[in-house]
């Protein structure tokens, strides 16, 4: 399809367990977001990729989470030894440029639940 | 802190009511977008303000750029149930890549 997906829609996970989530942002997008949404709360920024590289990481919560992306498309958002609090939609999006003002798709999230 | 902070965090209204949504901020920003999030879904652009005391009109929904860029509104004229949803501003603060969210306005219209 033409719009951002993400992979899987649904995760459930054990406590301490690593997660990985995918997201394929738009073709020839060049600036690349992953957020956290938890249930209530609006969106919190978490990594920012502009190409492969990020230079604005100050969302991570913790060492615990890390993301990289490659080719400058397919971004993935890792997070070791998951804990309960981790629980939440990620959200993905992607955007033609960094620019104020520029549209950010987003793709529907997936869902991770650690019980 | 919340650098965006939106006003009131949850309304319910019944069809055919008008309301405002506002949205501020101690800092200025480059420009100001609202988004609209249905469940299960991720957020999708209504507008995008980057002039100081700019008006945008969409159909029924009114959208301001305060003048000195801190703060913005949305206002619905004679909400419909099909404007149920979360509403959320977003912006760039200058010489930052983050597009900040709000917490958002969750909006029920009653039929």
């Known amino acids: 399809g033409a719009g951002v997906s993400q992979s899987p829609s649904n995760k459930v996970t054990e406590k301490g367990k690593d997660v990985e989530l995918r997201c394929d942002p738009i073709?020839?997008?060049?600036?690349l977001y992953w957020y956290r949404q938890s249930l209530g709360q609006g969106l919190e920024f978490l990594i920012y990729?502009?190409?492969?590289?990020?230079?604005?990481k100050s969302g991570l919560p913790s060492d615990r989470f890390s993301a990289e992306r490659t080719g400058g498309s397919v971004s993935t958002l890792t997070i070791q030894r998951t804990q309960q609090e981790d629980s939440a939609v990620y959200l993905c999006?992607?955007?033609?440029?960094?620019?104020?003002?520029?549209?950010?798709?987003f793709g529907q999230g997936t869902r991770l639940t650690v019980v | 802190t919340q650098l965006l902070e939106q006003s009131p965090q949850f309304l319910s209204i019944q069809e055919g009511e008008n309301l405002t949504v506002y949205c501020n901020s101690s800092?200025?920003?480059?420009?100001l977008q609202w988004y609209r999030q249905e469940p299960g879904e991720g957020p999708v652009l209504l507008v995008t303000?980057?002039?100081?005391?700019e008006v945008k009109k969409l159909k029924r929904l009114t959208f301001q750029f305060g003048d000195a860029r801190k703060d913005s509104s949305l206002h619905i004229t004679a909400a419909q149930p099909g404007d149920t949803g979360l509403y959320l501003c977003?912006?760039?603060?200058?010489?930052?890549?983050?597009?900040?969210f709000g917490k958002g306005t969750k909006l029920s219209v009653i039929p």
């Open positions: 999006a992607s955007s033609p440029q960094n620019r104020a003002g520029t549209e950010a798709f």
């Open positions: 073709s020839g997008h060049t600036a």
């Open positions: 990729f502009q190409g492969n590289s990020a230079p604005d």
């Open positions: 800092s200025v920003f480059s420009s």
């Open positions: 303000v980057v002039t100081g005391g």
């Open positions: 977003a912006g760039f603060r200058a010489g930052s890549y983050q597009l900040t």
